[in-house]
T-cell receptor, first 116, second 109 residues
């Protein structure tokens, strides 16, 4: 398997523009996670899905952020309008469910977003 | 909310030294996760453990559930071990992870 695929790998945009980040999880993985990593706050969970359904979006910073998972092989994280403080590395991860035990997550390479 | 503390924040060692990175958490868990983030930014899972000890090559992870503490050891460290090591624990019995701030390890030749 190719692992978790994210695109684009780098994105530079201007404040106020819409940004869409994309993720393809590992085939057969039921869980998909979106994380944000900054120097100040480290890794933070934004939202996660189970079987394409959003389970917990409490980490989404504000209404400018939205995420969708229209099918088992694709998810998007959208920021509209973008702001300089959104500059970070955004990771997507996926995992298999394993009843009664926390399961390993597999991370994508990340998208480095710079908002000017 | 589970709080995760890692120490030290930064660690510099000479090649061949034995390395220990510590992780403490505040709420009881079912499993703990060690991750490695390379200078290029990619994140790789190293260990997931719920009790005792796990070993993979020169890396050893231990956990003490009663003391809410885990350690990651690297024997015979090598410059290629230079990375950020991150501890993570599940939040509230869910699939959510809470992460430590990471330990930046630099191994000099």
């Amino acid at each position: 398997d190719a692992g978790v695929i994210q695109s684009p790998r780098h994105e530079v945009t201007e404040m106020g523009q819409e940004v869409t980040l994309r993720c393809k999880p590992i085939s057969g993985h039921d869980y998909l996670f979106w994380y944000r990593q900054t120097m100040m706050r480290g890794l933070e969970l934004l939202i996660y899905f189970n079987n394409n359904v959003p389970i917990d979006d409490s980490g989404m910073p504000e209404d400018r952020f939205s995420a969708k998972m229209p099918n088992a092989s694709f998810s998007t994280l959208k920021i509209q309008p973008s702001e300089p403080r959104d500059s970070a590395v955004y990771f997507c991860a996926s995992s298999l469910p394993l009843a009664g035990y926390y399961n390993e997550q597999f991370f994508g390479p990340g998208t480095r977003l710079t908002v000017l | 909310k589970n709080e995760v503390e890692q120490s030290p924040q930064n660690l510099t060692a000479q090649e061949g030294e034995f390395i220990t990175i510590n992780c403490s958490y505040s709420v009881g868990i079912s499993a703990l996760h060690w991750l490695q983030q390379h200078p290029g930014g990619g994140i790789v899972s190293l260990f997931m453990l719920s009790s005792g000890k796990k070993k993979h090559g020169r890396l050893i992870a231990t956990i003490n559930i009663q003391e809410k503490h885990s350690s990651l050891h690297i024997t015979a460290s090598h410059p290629r071990d230079s990375a950020v090591y991150i501890c993570a624990v599940p939040q509230g019995g869910s699939e959510k992870l809470v992460f430590g701030k990471g330990t930046k390890l630099t191994v000099n030749p």
